[in-house]
Structure formats: C-alpha cells, structure tokens
C-alpha cells in the first residue's frame, strides 16, 4: 500500500509537468504540432478516479501557475499586474478541468467524448471571460496544417481544437483500456473508425477549400508594409518623436516608389494625436501639427497613408478645456493631402495596457495598479464603437478594408463584425493590422530579441482570415509585419521589400523595413462570418452541466483512502 501511495504521489506530478511542456512546445516559435495530439493525455491519465481531490486540485493549480508564469513573460515589461493577474487567474482553468477527467474516470465515460468538452469548451471560456484571452489554444498549434484547419470558415479556430482535443482524448481511452485489460472490446474498434472520418473529412473539406479558391479568389491592390523597430521604452519618449517621423517617411517613400497605393504605418508610431478637433486647440509649431502636415504633404500625389496614432476629445470643463476621452486610432491620409473624415478607435481594449479596471469601484486598487504601470501618467483610454470602413482607389478599381488594432487580431469577434455586419452593404475587401510589439521584446546591449509573443500573435491571425475569408495584411513595430491569405498562408516573400524573405524571421536586432505585395481578395462570405462563434457557445455551454455534475459527485462520494 506504501508503494503505491508513493507511485501515485510522483505520478500525479509528474503526469500534469509532461502536459504543461507539450502544451508549451507545441505552440510557435517551437512549432512541434505534434505535440498537441497528445498533450493532455498525461493529465487525463493522472487525474484518476481514486484521486484525493485535495492532493489533485493544488497540484494541478500549482503546475499551471507555473505553466502560465512562464510562458506568458513577455507581458511584464507592459504590466506587472496584469501580468500576475493573468497567471493567477488563468491557472484556475486546471483543476477545474482536473476535476472534470476525475469524473469523466469515475462514470467510466469516453474521454474521447468528454475531452473536447472539458478541454475545448474551457478555451471557449477563456476567449471571453475578463474581456477574452485567445492564447495558447489547441488549434493554434496547426497553423501551418492549412488542410486541416480550413474548417474554421464553419466552426471557427475551435473545430480544430475539437479534432486535436478528440484524438488525445482517444488515445487516453486506448491505454487505459490496455491497463485495465479490455482494449479488445468493440468500442475499441468503433471510437478510431469515428475519428478517423472526422478527420479525414476534415482533411478532404480543406482540399476541397484549396480546389476552389481560384473561382472566388482576385487581386487586390498594391500596398505596402513599414516596420519599424524601436522597443517601447524608446518610443514613448516624446522627442524621439520627429526621428520616428523621419524614419517612417524614408520607409513609406520606398513603398510608394516600388508601386505601393497604400501604406501602412504601425500602431501609435506617430506620437501625436492627430484628430482635427484636437488640432484646433494646438499651436502652429507644436509636434501634432507638424505631424499631420508631414503626413499630408507625405500621401499628396503619391498614394495612400494608414497611420496610427492616438485621437483626444476635449470639453469644457470649469470654463477650461479639458481631455475628456483618449483614443487609439488609425487615419488614413489620401492621395489629395487631406486626412479622411473617417477614423477607427480600437474597439476592444486591453485591460492593464490600454486600460485600469477598478477606477470608480475600487480607487485605491485603481491608484496600486496605476503606480505598478511602465507609464507615469493616466493613460486609461476609451473604447471605440464604429467598426470603419475605409475606402482606396487603385487604376479605377475601388476597395474597401478594416483596421485591426494591436491584439484585435486576436478576437474573432471584432474581426468577424470588422468584415461584415448588419451596418455593412458588402463585406470588406481586407484588413490591415496595425501593432506595436515593442512592448514584447527584450532590449539588451543596445540590440532587440524577440520573444515567444510575435510569432504566437502571427499564428493566431492566421485562423482570422481563414474564418472569414479575408486577407490580413500587418504592420508591426519590431515584427512581425506580414501577409496572410484568406486561406491562412502566410506569404514568405513580396514584390518588393528588404524585410527577410520568410516572414517569421521578421523580428530581432535588425528587422526594420518594408515590403510591397499584392493583396489576395476572396469574395466569399463564410459560414463562420455570418453566424459568428455558434461552435464556442455550444462548447462552453456544454462544460457548464458536466462541471456541476463533478461538484455533485464530489460532495456525494468522499474518496476512500486505498486500502
């Protein structure tokens, strides 16, 4: 009895650390996809029935904190709360799914069944609670698996994680069934014929996707990517601004003179706010003026110019005028040096970076956070409402497009209704995303590394376009800028450029420049574009029942201690 109590003691932990790496390595940079099939098998094979669910709880709590401290580093230099924030609360997804398997074991229920419940309907939840962390999903790690994973236009990224979650959860079923002695029984024969045609249809549908894609798929116009690379503690101090000004005009020239109609400038790298109702309040030799005549006598008879910057409402306040509300925003300069009556603030805000929560409800947690910032200043901004359309014209022809802002890539909420929606007589041609990433990276002997988070952020845009059959094109300060097809490839190579050829490898110590390409257009209206994350509800709907029958179990059958 001794044996096994000490057996189990290291199994447990042991099981739950070999998960935590394989969930770890199977995502970018370290591309091991492989890894994803059976990543929470060690997990469901150590949350036995029998387990003490005050031992397996904590366990699973303490291996995922550390699971999500290390893998989520990149966000300290933005925000230390939030950083610690997200670890402590993102930790909790464990032992809740640990109690699930529990019971899953318990009842004897397939895990082939009951894995994508629990594993898929918690990524479900996690895209929305706190305002939606869509990271480190399942799906992700087949980014480059485009036959497989063009089922998102139908069921969005988690179809994917659905097919993964399902084939772990199936091999988890084979070897407790070989331990337990009945791995000959006719279940045995039937759970792999249903998962292979699950995925073997997923397979066909992808290449079906690809056979077609020629009758929907034209060409779009020319534009042109700038990257910068300055890592954010450089780029927030304000008189740096001119020189990032410069830099941004040297890079945009070579775009137009390699046959750009738009270019596209990252987030915020114009440190200003360039609104005209802002304008009016400024002197004629401040930096926000000055920016805005560059960038006007920049696009006059040479094309199109997509900048970000901040936008700032002023009111009356006491007989004095007052900031009222701050935006992050993107403009567009047009080819008649006018700015475009049009602009789009960023919808969904980060919390802790864009954001403090708690500032009316609970001001003393608001002013510890705001002390905790990089920032020495209230930067809480204010969430744009208007999904923008921007218009261009190229020889005659003209497109439509929307603009992503720093991590709205990453909600395919915001992404979906930037496509198409009610409001909206067509869907848009493409989108532009523009990021700051500085924030993300290490700066160390005057040079700049990359971090785990560029390629991560890249391999999630990949499944926006392939949801809703739009292009994405990025421009992103320290990289990674790219394009990205409506079927989810990620273009190594360009028209014209000096970024490196293969697109991952745009980030790093000297990843400034720019690239000019033409834009993919595919005017199909997917299944996913119309009826949004239908698949994410019903998933994490389904969780919810499970869950209480697991408490419910838990209450009602005290686990004995082996005998």
Not at 258 to 264: P, Q, T, Y
């Amino acid at each position: 009895m001794a044996h096994e109590k000490i057996k189990h003691s290291l199994l447990l932990p042991a099981g739950l650390i070999a998960s935590a790496i394989l969930l770890t390595i199977c995502q970018a940079p370290f591309d091991q996809a492989w890894a994803a099939w059976i990543a929470w098998v060690p997990f469901m094979l150590v949350c036995r029935p029998d387990s003490r669910l005050r031992i397996l709880l904590p366990a699973a709590y303490a291996v995922w904190l550390l699971y999500w401290l290390g893998n989520l580093y990149w966000l300290i230099e933005v925000t230390l709360p939030g950083y610690i924030a997200f670890f402590i609360v993102q930790a909790f997804y464990a032992p809740v799914l640990a109690l699930g398997v529990r019971f899953a074991r318990r009842k004897k229920w397939p895990l082939m069944l009951l894995a994508p419940v629990l594993f898929v309907g918690a990524e479900a939840w996690q895209g929305v609670l706190y305002t939606g962390f869509g990271w480190y999903y399942l799906a992700h790690s087949q980014y480059q698996n485009l036959p497989l994973i063009q089922i998102s236009d139908l069921f969005g990224q988690l179809g994917v994680s659905f097919l993964v979650a399902m084939t772990g959860g199936l091999i988890a079923d084979l070897i407790l069934d070989e331990i337990g002695g009945t791995l000959r029984r006719p279940a045995n024969l039937f759970k792999p014929a249903v998962a292979a045609l699950l995925l073997t249809a997923a397979w066909l549908y992808g290449h079906h996707q690809a056979a077609i894609a020629p009758r929907f798929v034209t060409e779009g116009p020319r534009v042109g990517i700038v990257q910068t690379n300055i890592p954010s503690h450089i780029k927030e101090i304000s008189e740096n601004g001119p020189a990032i000004m410069e830099t941004l005009l040297d890079l945009s020239t070579a775009c137009f003179d390699a046959g750009a109609a738009l270019v596209a400038w990252p987030e915020t790298m114009v440190l200003a706010a360039l609104n005209p109702g802002y304008l009016l309040h400024k002197d004629e030799d401040s930096s926000a003026i000055l920016f805005d005549r560059q960038i006007r006598g920049h696009s006059r008879d040479r094309g199109y110019v997509l900048t970000g910057a901040h936008a700032i409402k002023v009111g009356l306040s006491g007989g004095q005028y007052v900031i009222t509300d701050q935006f992050n925003s993107a403009y567009l300069y047009t080819p008649d040096g006018r700015q475009s009556p049009h602009r789009y603030d960023k919808i969904h805000l980060v919390p802790f970076g864009e954001y403090i929560p708690f500032k009316k409800s609970a001001p003393w947690i608001y002013q510890l956070i705001l002390g905790l910032s990089p920032y020495s200043y209230d930067y809480n901004l204010t969430a744009g409402s208007k999904y923008t359309r921007f218009q261009i014209e190229e020889d005659g022809r003209r497109f439509g497009f929307g603009v992503l802002i720093c991590y709205e890539d990453t909600d395919p909420a915001v992404t979906r209704k930037m496509v198409f929606n009610e409001k909206q007589a067509h869907k848009a041609d493409f989108l532009v995303n523009l990021s700051n990433d500085g924030w993300y990276v290490r700066y160390k002997d005057g040079e700049i590394h990359p971090t785990v988070e560029q390629p991560q952020r890249t391999a999630i845009t990949v499944f926006r376009c392939i949801e809703n059959r739009i292009s994405v094109i990025r421009s992103v300060n320290t990289g990674i800028s790219c394009l990205i097809g409506p079927d989810g490839r990620i273009h190594n190579g360009y028209e014209a450029g000096t970024l490196p050829k293969e697109a991952m490898r745009r980030t790093g110590p000297r990843a400034e420049g720019w690239f000019v390409d033409r834009i993919p257009i595919d005017s199909r209206i997917s299944f996913f574009t119309r009826h949004g994350r239908w698949f994410d509800t019903l998933l994490g709907a389904a969780l919810l029942p499970l869950l209480a029958l697991a408490l419910n179990d838990s209450r009602k059958n005290k686990v004995r201690k082996p005998s």
